[in-house]
């Protein structure tokens, strides 16, 4: 099966192993935090130089299909 990004890694040594882009220290998570509050890819990429509208999109490509598989449980506790 071929790995369709490239460009995003986990290194326990980087950030506590949370996925970021190859050679940076700007996770999936941040880009994330950056689209919610009205960034949008272009801007995104402007105003980094590490990255581009390629890798920004390759991440918001990896939180999508990581976001379908995710198992909601819920807990409820005693009142």
Known sequence: ???PFLHIVSD???LSGKPC???TRISVGLIME????????ETIAAKHP???AE???????YAARF?????????QTAA
């Open 1 to 3: 099966m071929e790995n």
């Open 12 to 14: 326990p040594e980087i």
């Open 21 to 23: 882009i190859a050679g």
């Open 34 to 41: 950056w689209l919610g509050t009205g960034g949008t890819v």
């Open 50 to 52: 590490l990255l581009n």
């Open 55 to 61: 890798l920004v999109m390759e991440a918001i490509r």
């Open 67 to 75: 976001a379908k598989n995710e198992i909601i449980i819920e807990v």
